[in-house]
T-cell receptor, first 112, second 110 residues
Framework: KAGVTQTPRYLIKTRGQQVTLSCSPI?????VSWYQQTPGQGLQFLFE???????NKGNFPGRFSGRQFSNSRSEMNVSTLELGDSALYLC???????????FGPGTRLTVT | DAKTTQPTSMDCAEGRAANLPCNHS???????VYWYRQIHSQGPQYIIH???NNETNEMASLIITEDRKSSTLILPHATLRDTAVYYC???????????FGKGTRLHILP
């Protein structure tokens, strides 16, 4: 069974731009969660989607948003990029709550 | 905030058992103990989880104390590929987010 895939793997953007990252979960997994990892803050939860609905959200500004499609694929969007948004963005999928989450390789975003 | 405390780093000789401790003194009755690891530049990898009984799978063993206030992850025969940051996490059944702490950086020495 294929693992979680994320595209693109690397991205360079300029301050003020917006970016969209994509995540394809493991087949059959309906829950997709997003995390941000930075050297200073570590791994932080962004939000979680299940059946196209956001069920949980972390403490991030409204510039961070996401959505999930009917095939469980998910995208996250960051608008008006700031230098501090430079990070590794990780997507994880699971069957549902309480099940173990399987992470993708991440998208490394650099904002200049 | 993370509800676990782990040593910042540990060393282990290749071929020996690596024992990684974790304190979770405020764990509540419906919280599970999960372990993940993250090898450099990769996404975290699920290892094992448990509630109160010891658990074993093909990757590791999880020993949880009787009072559930601490646990130990055991990698029985560490290899260089086990060099990673290991995260101990407590998670409520039904919770869809994982709160990661700083983890333990495990160095396997040849």
């Amino acid at each position: 069974k294929a693992g979680v895939t994320q595209t693109p793997r690397y991205l360079i953007k300029t301050r003020g731009q917006q970016v969209t990252l994509s995540c394809s979960p493991i087949s059959g997994h309906r829950s997709v969660s997003w995390y941000q990892q930075t050297p200073g803050q570590g791994l932080q939860f962004l939000f979680e989607y299940f059946s196209e609905t956001q069920r949980n959200k972390g403490n991030f500004p409204g510039r961070f948003s996401g959505r999930q499609f009917s095939n469980s694929r998910s995208e996250m969007n960051v608008s008006t990029l700031e230098l501090g948004d430079s990070a590794l963005y990780l997507c994880a999928s699971s069957l549902d709550k309480s099940y173990e989450q399987y992470f993708g390789p991440g998208t490394r975003l650099t904002v200049t | 905030d993370a509800k676990t405390t782990q040593p910042t780093s540990m060393d282990c000789a290749e071929g020996r058992a690596a024992n990684l401790p974790c304190n979770h003194s405020t764990i509540s009755g419906n919280e599970y103990v999960y372990w993940y690891r993250q090898i450099h530049s990769q996404g975290p990898q699920y290892i094992i989880h448990g509630l109160k009984n010891n658990e074993t799978n093909e990757m590791a063993s999880l020993i949880i104390t009787e009072d559930r206030k601490s646990s130990t992850l055991i990698l029985p025969h560490a290899t260089l590929r086990d060099t990673a940051v290991y995260y101990c996490i407590v998670r409520t059944l039904g919770d869809d987010k994982i709160i990661f702490g700083k983890g333990t950086r495990l160095h396997i020495l040849p």
